[in-house]
């Protein structure tokens, strides 16, 4: 079994015992196989761009806390430099190996779950990353199809929130705010 494999499985199980303070009839709705990419849309041709296809999730349908974890180690860029460089220097992930989000989707008790359609939603909690907590609220659309949920959000994170230093080398390189963008389908956790 690789590290990153048992990380990813410890990490949903963190998500299930998290979530499961709230009675146990909820449905709690999850994957560990969420999409996350993010770009830097620099000054210079080569933007810094990165994807991460393990992203973990979980949602309670009846409170709407939702719960993201992403290793950090687990974004892959088209050049081994570029992610050499963000793990080591901008991220340094062997301290901080992992970004969180926990907060509620703000308006979920609106939504009728147990029918199809997509509807515009607010997401406010905390984004933790390099272990520096910053509230936001942001945009998603979360749609109902045969019984999952697919969330998808594009938003902005300014790097001096999380105190991600840019050296003035390669300032013009890496934009101050990236682009983040996500997806994630969940699907219903069954009731033991």
């Known amino acids: 079994m690789t590290d990153s494999f048992k990380t990813c499985t410890l990490l949903l199980l963190s998500l ?3 979530l499961a303070g709230s009675e146990s009839t909820a449905q709690k709705y999850m994957t560990r196989n ?5 770009k830097s849309n ?3 041709d080569d933007d810094v761009e990165a994807v991460n296809r393990s992203m973990a999730c979980a949602l309670d349908l009846q409170t709407g806390e939702i719960v993201f974890t992403v290793l950090i180690k687990n974004f892959t860029f088209r050049k081994a430099l570029m992610q050499e460089h963000f793990n080591e220097n901008y991220m340094e992930s062997d301290r901080f190996p ?3 989000y926990r907060g509620i989707i703000a308006d979920h008790s609106r939504i ?3 029918k199809n359609g997509k509807h515009k939603v607010k997401l406010a909690g905390t984004l ?3 272990d520096i907590p910053k509230s936001r609220e942001d945009d998603a659309e979360l749609e109902i199809r045969d019984g999952v949920i697919i969330i998808t959000s594009s ?3 300014a790097c001096a929130d999380h105190d991600i230093k840019i050296p003035k ?3 013009d390189k890496v934009a101050k705010v990236i682009d983040v963008d996500f997806q994630v389908e969940l699907k219903e956790v069954p009731n033991k």
Do not use: C, P, W
């Open 155 to 157: 938003f902005g994170v």
């Open 16 to 18: 299930i015992l998290y």
């Open 34 to 38: 969420g999409y996350v990419h993010f």
């Open 128 to 130: 933790t990353i390099r």
């Open 98 to 100: 992992r970004a969180t």
């Open 112 to 114: 009728d779950f147990s």
């Open 42 to 44: 620099a000054k210079v």
């Open 169 to 171: 080398l390669v300032e």
